[in-house]
């Protein structure tokens, strides 16, 4: 369903909608007629249309308006098992009264917004430099055109793991001084002609970048960070929370949140002194990766991973975002609208 780090401006034409690790994640669910589902990621409702042909009820959220119009027609197919809601999944568990048997979380930018020239998401065809989800808040140009040499630097460095992050951000002022960036194709070729790209270079220049500007606008990491607390509270004991991510950012948070949850103990349970934590997830499996004929069948499928928890009786603990180790960076918030 979604795309992973380095297909922003893949070649080819159009990606076809593939579900990532269908399978897997229809397994990690453990599915039984008449459950009810959170699909946080609905996307092109892949997983959704799977969930239900499965036998469980589906409540359907996603943050771009698009998607959503997209799937009223499947919404009208399945009438009254599958509810679609518009917004972000980071308050999952606002959408629904009472608790749910199964949370499934998606991570990342789906086939149809990068295939979406329009929408700005890659550089494979020209477009506005967009890149919002929800179509709301500042823009990728808002960020490029405004942000401090410094802050576009940690957000190249950190969000897109590129090593001459600092190089791309001095080009950038350089070049927004005598006119903004407004279009994919321009910030991409600003980007190749500093970088350079060798004939065994296997992704453009500008992928990293672009994979950093659409993390942050989004802000992917915070809204997964948020969501897993949400799902927290809104799963019944047995209740399943399954994940796929793309990126090794994301795969990292949502490690360490199982890890947290699955229960600490400083020094021996048995000693008056210990201090035992009890967990809210157990059964945490180890990550399942995508497999050879998977990645080769789709390759935006090739960096995915797939892990998996069941939720215990013990009450949602507090929210403590210093579990994931995360830099501070600039608010979205901090860029000033440009057009």
């Not at 990606?15 to 092109?44: K, N, S, Y």
């Not at 249309?49 to 197919?77: C, S």
């Not at 086939?111 to 477009?127: L, N, T, V, Y």
């Amino acid at each position: 369903m979604m795309a992973g780090p380095g297909d922003e401006g893949a070649g080819g034409g159009p990606a076809r909608h593939i579900p990532v690790l269908l399978a897997e994640v229809l397994d990690a669910l453990r599915i039984e007629a008449g459950q009810t589902i959170i699909d946080g990621t609905f996307g092109a409702g892949g997983y959704t249309r799977a969930i239900l042909e499965a036998g469980a009820n589906v409540v359907a959220i996603d943050r771009d308006p698009t998607a959503i119009a997209a799937g009223r027609v499947m919404e009208a197919e399945i009438s009254g098992r599958l509810r679609l809601v518009e917004g972000p999944f980071s308050a999952l568990d606002q959408y629904v009264e009472g608790t749910v048997d199964g949370v499934v979380l998606d991570i990342g930018v789906s086939s149809m917004q990068i295939d979406e020239a329009e929408r700005g998401f890659s550089f494979r065809h020209d477009g506005p430099l967009d890149m919002r989800m929800s179509g709301n808040g500042a823009s990728a140009a808002d960020v490029v055109n405004s942000y401090k040499l410094g802050d576009l630097a940690r957000v190249f460095g950190f969000l897109g793991e590129e090593r001459q992050a600092g190089r791309i951000a001095r080009m950038i002022e350089d070049k927004r001084a005598r006119r903004p960036f407004s279009r994919t194709a321009e910030l991409a070729d600003a980007i190749q002609t500093l970088v350079g790209r060798g004939p065994k270079d296997k992704i453009h220049p500008a992928t990293r970048v672009f994979q950093a500007l659409r993390i942050h606008v989004n802000d992917e990491l915070g809204e997964l960070a948020r969501a897993l607390f949400a799902a927290e509270r809104a799963l019944k004991p047995g209740g399943r929370l399954v994940v796929v991510t793309f990126h090794s950012l994301e795969d990292r948070i949502v490690k360490r949140f199982i890890a947290d949850r699955a229960g600490k103990a400083s020094g021996s349970r048995h000693l008056p002194e210990a201090h035992f934590i009890a967990p809210t997830f157990t059964d945490a499996a180890k990550a399942i990766a995508t497999g050879e004929a998977e990645a080769e069948a789709n390759p935006r499928a090739r960096s995915a991973k797939l892990r998996a928890a069941t939720r215990t009786e013990t009450a949602p603990r507090t929210a403590d975002f210093s579990i994931f180790g995360l830099p501070k960076l600039p608010a979205i918030g901090d860029a000033e609208e440009t057009h």
